[in-house]
């Protein structure tokens, strides 16, 4: 039930006031409402000259760290960030967790539970998982946080924290190609932006009614003016300036060949596609028989179809080497959970294909009579046309 924001402000306050504060994060705007700082995150530390809050904020463009002294200058900090239109709180103490969300009407919805944690362990498996991106985080009330969906996504930042260089620093462009309702874009711009990083997000998707609701929610979250999204196909859509970095993630059959062919022309500098369905091989391979002696692979539907998804992206990743990427096909979320669970993970290099590597990739086409949509899409990219994707 809603209740008077001002009165739950005024508890919000009291919590973040109380020594027992563990941590807390405010976030998005209220409607509206423009905030001069766009996100917030406070936690006691200690340090040499004795016990702080270390108050981390962000106005969109840099992240901003001091550690306050406690007294009335706590009490300053803390009064200046309530006056903040923020449209969520997320409040931890020892004792007790408070969530708070600003609803259009200007009201509180809030959300009280006691704080639970486990007994402390010595090692070992019964460890508590420890996520890239808290669980408790504000964006979960914004795109769902079922312990699914917490997996999936903490799944994917580890794909996209090992493919990123530690030492990364300056702005990042990144596209989501068939982002759909976007929710693994929304979590890779957080994670992104937590490590400090100066982000400009462009997130594609066919539907313009998707296009409208990611956009609605860039601007709950007060980051409409760093997330964007545009509604065209995949090859077509208007990119302007080239990413360095393209998502695409359960892209259907050839739209994940798609992607990676605006990728390469793009020159994109990493790339994460987790390819979602595989039909165009598997029909190539019902039209004419399998080399010999591997019949028993292709004679039965089922098997012809998993050894589709196989020989897909094994020939995705030996293109992607051929025009300078390193590449690598991982597993980025446990089989339990979904099927689709492949990670195409690439890096541009720049370096010429050797011809070694030109010649496994034409011997395994011509083995099996196949014509990948990728090398159909990258050999007319490389032609001279009146009207080029833009870059």
């Known amino acids: 039930m809603p209740e008077p924001l001002d009165a739950a402000l005024t508890e919000v306050r009291a919590l973040l006031l109380d020594p027992a504060l563990t941590r807390a994060v405010a976030a998005g705007r209220r409607r509206g409402r423009h905030p001069v700082v766009i996100r917030a995150e406070l936690r006691p530390v200690t340090l040499k000259a004795g016990p702080r809050l270390q108050i981390a904020t962000s106005d969109g463009t840099r992240p901003y760290t001091r550690n306050v002294a406690l007294g009335p200058e706590t009490v300053q900090a803390i009064d200046e960030l309530l006056a903040e239109p923020f449209g969520n709180w997320h409040v931890e103490t020892t004792d007790a967790t408070l969530q708070l969300r600003v609803t259009k009407s200007g009201e509180a919805q809030v959300h009280r539970a006691a704080t639970s944690r486990p007994a402390a362990t010595t090692g070992g498996n019964d460890r508590t998982k420890e996520y890239l991106l808290d669980p408790g985080d504000p964006i979960f009330a914004e795109i769902g946080g079922s312990a699914a969906k917490r997996r999936q996504v903490d799944a994917f930042l580890r794909a996209l924290a090992a493919t990123l260089p530690d030492e990364l620093t300056g702005p990042l462009r990144v596209v989501d190609l068939g982002c759909g309702n976007a929710y693994l874009t929304f979590a890779a711009y957080r994670y992104l932006t937590s490590r400090g990083l100066d982000v400009q997000l462009i997130g594609v998707d066919v539907r313009e009614d998707q296009r409208r609701r990611n956009t609605e929610l860039a601007q709950r979250l007060g980051w409409a003016d ?7 196909t995949i090859a077509d859509a208007v990119v302007d300036p080239a990413p360095d970095l393209v998502l695409a993630l359960h892209a259907c059959d050839t739209a994940t060949d798609e992607a990676l062919a605006r990728a390469v022309r793009w020159e994109a500098r990493w790339v994460l596609a987790a390819p979602c369905c595989h039909h165009d091989l598997a029909k190539q391979l ?26 897909t992206d094994a020939l995705r990743a030996g293109l992607l080497r051929v025009h300078g990427y ?16 492949l990670l195409i993970r690439a890096r541009r290099t720049g370096a010429a294909a050797t011809e070694p590597q030109r010649a496994e990739y034409r011997e395994l086409v011509n083995q099996w009579q196949v014509t990948p949509r990728l090398e159909t899409l990258l050999a007319a990219g490389e032609q001279p046309t009146d009207q080029q994707p833009a870059a």
Do not use: K
Request: aromatic share 8%.
């Open 226 to 232: 760093q997330v964007s999204f545009v509604a065209g």
């Open 286 to 311: 019902r039209a004419h028989p399998a080399p010999a002696p591997y019949e028993l692979l292709t004679r039965q539907g089922i098997l012809r179809e998993r050894f589709a998804d196989v020989l």
């Open 326 to 341: 390193r590449a690598e096909v991982v597993e980025f979320v446990d089989s339990q959970h979904t099927p689709r669970n």
